[in-house]
């Protein structure tokens, strides 16, 4: 059983969210978790902004969203060069 906590607090610098989970129970509990933070981009519109992200290998995953193994991103559907 895990244990969860959120905290979030919001200051003239921004929102700050912390999360602290403990392992209430006997046996190892794999865990993990994400954030989707908004990001500005510095301009009104984003309609010409480029991202990239520097990956060079994704995680494929099974059923169960586990991950089985690393790829390589070239030529795959994860390949974002346009």
Known sequence: MLDCHLEYTLDAEGLTV????????GTACPYATGAHPYLSV????????????????????????IPTGRRPVDGSLYDLIL
């Open 42 to 65: 510095g301009m009104p519109t984003i309609d010409t902004a480029h991202c990239q992200v520097p990956g060079a290998v994704y995680l494929p995953v099974d059923d169960a969203g």
């Open 18 to 25: 912390r999360t602290t989970v403990t392992n209430r129970s």
